[in-house]
């Protein structure tokens, strides 16, 4: 039987996502011990953006609108948060993330929210476009708060460089 067709994959696939999640908590507080440049910042939208080559596979298609509503509900709801509780410091003359306390709990909830939207969308779509749907969902969330990022690095370095 094919993996795709199993009754397991929808739970395999939750595991997944929620070891990834925890990954990204555990990277994104050690991050916080190094300084952050240009290059930081960007690589992870940048990384991600490879992602996009899933629609290669006829399955993981959606329509143009959906794809547009994912992202614009990534961009303006799902990044909020993040760009809310995440602050820059200066110490001995580098810039650090500073850690917010919220952060991880953030990041479990977006989680938790995820996966419950998860479940009602695939009641309607295939697993794989509702793969499709959440990928978009997290590239706009992520793009916007990099972004933000991106913009409060160069306000507090007084430079637009990307050569860092």
Sequence with gaps: MNLLHSPYFPVVM??????????????RLKASHRPVNIKKIIMPPV??????????APEMHIPLLWALIA???GWFVFS???IRTTHFEVEEGHIYAKRSPQFAFILIGLLVIRLLLHGVVEQYISVLQTGSVFFILAF????????FMLRKFTEMTGTASYSQ
């Design 14 to 27: 939750t595991i997944v996502g929620i070891l990834m999640a925890v990954s990204a908590i555990v990277i």
């Design 47 to 56: 990384g991600m953006a490879t992602g996009f080559a899933m629609f290669i």
């Design 71 to 73: 992202f614009l509900v």
């Design 80 to 82: 909020y948060p993040l």
């Design 140 to 147: 706009g969330m992520i793009l916007r708060w990099r972004l």
